[in-house]
């Protein structure tokens, strides 16, 4: 009977595919975003890869920075933060990447690629295969590395087509207060993470690759974790002047001057990437923005509307959100659908109550009567 209980025990024991974890880990909640069970249901957003990169190279030129090194930065405190929750994947431990099994698989489900040891001598270098992105996989790894060898790194990271990422480590004996949770500046209506069945159907076009990185209807995806936004934001604020290129039509009421530009320049990027999609969005009737906002916002995390009115009689209408990933990714990703579905301009106006937050978005030009 022994014997039998342990061959039982080994079948529960074998370790589930890279694809059951990342289906088991990432759920749709209830209130519009995803949650990751594995981080103790930390929410996170899915992108496209190259719209990710598409949205970073548009706030740089918005803001008329260069931000990689604050996205890196960001990675690595968010990163640390997210290992100090633990939670059912392992942490690095030691000093070869080939050994930390949970860190692949961490790395995997959210499409971030490879790691693998290039050298440890007098030099520490690493590298990422199929990165998606150079700040964000370069934060993440000096994260890992020091979780692995205990010890605090400075890092540095170069790119090249055909060779992947390459991040040099050098110990750093500075002391560095340990990552926290980033807090929000706004108030949510909804903070349930109930899980719905249609997650499901997120991923009916998956595909995974052995790669480190996955698909949907062949696109590659990312999962990015909200609080690496909002650590990336906070890093990029003391330095914000005005807004360089495309539009300012946004009114974040409520918002200082610097946090203003920063959600400008965040939901003038996703709105410009979602407009160029194409996407065709047909408004007959009011309550038809539910089934866009599901659609368009849902199933990438991003929130939940739960009322829309119209405002005026020129395709003014004013939505309650009831969670959001960010509002500036929601706002700018709503103002794509209304512009796709009118054909004109439209501006922007957030305002926080005490009920949550309510969206209103209006022609930006009068309508002739």
Not at 273 to 278: N, Q, T, V
Request: proline share 2%.
């Amino acid at each position: 009977m022994a014997d039998h209980m342990g061959f039982f025990d080994f079948i529960k024991s074998k370790p589930k595919s890279s694809k059951d974890i990342l289906l088991n880990r990432w759920k749709i909640t209830s209130n519009g975003t995803y949650a990751d069970r594995y981080r103790q249901d930390e929410i996170a957003w899915r992108v496209f890869a190259n719209s990710f990169e598409i949205w970073f190279q548009g706030i740089e030129q918005r803001t008329g920075q260069s931000l990689g090194r604050r996205l890196a930065h960001a990675s690595a405190e968010s990163e640390e933060f997210l290992l100090s929750i633990g939670g059912v994947l392992a942490k690095p431990r030691g000093r070869v990447p080939s050994n930390w099994i949970g860190a692949s698989k961490d790395w995997s489900s959210r499409g971030l690629g490879k790691i693998q040891l290039l050298e440890d001598d007098d030099e520490i270098r690493l590298i990422v295969n199929n990165h998606p992105n150079g700040p964000l996989c370069a934060g993440s790894l000096a994260a890992n590395w020091e979780c692995g060898t205990g010890q605090r790194h400075r890092f540095r990271w170069s790119e090249s087509v055909g060779q992947g990422l390459v991040v040099d480590l050098t110990l750093d004996d500075v002391i560095i207060p340990k990552g926290k949770k980033s807090e929000l500046i706004w108030r949510d209506l909804s903070t349930s993470t109930i899980i719905t069945e249609e997650g499901q159907d997120a991923f009916a076009d998956l595909e995974f690759l052995d790669s480190g990185y996955w698909t949907i209807m062949g696109r590659r995806s990312l999962f990015i974790h909200r609080d690496l936004l909002l650590k990336f934001e906070e890093y990029c604020l003391p330095y914000l002047d005005e807004i360089h290129e495309g539009r300012s039509d946004y009114t974040w009421n409520g918002l200082d001057e610097d946090r203003a530009l920063w959600w400008t320049a965040m939901a003038d990027s996703i709105r410009e990437i979602f407009y160029s999609a194409g996407h065709h969005i047909f408004v007959s009737k009011t309550e038809d923005w539910l089934r866009i906002a599901h659609r368009h916002l849902s199933h990438d995390g991003l929130g939940k509307i739960s009322s829309v009115s119209m405002s005026d009689n020129n395709g003014g209408v004013e939505f309650t959100i009831d969670n959001t990933l960010h509002p500036a990714l929601l706002s700018g990703t709503l103002l794509g659908c209304w512009e796709r579905a009118y054909g004109r301009r439209g501006k922007v106006i957030l305002n926080q109550q005490s009920s949550g937050l309510k969206l209103k978005i209006l022609s930006l030009n009068e309508i002739a009567e």
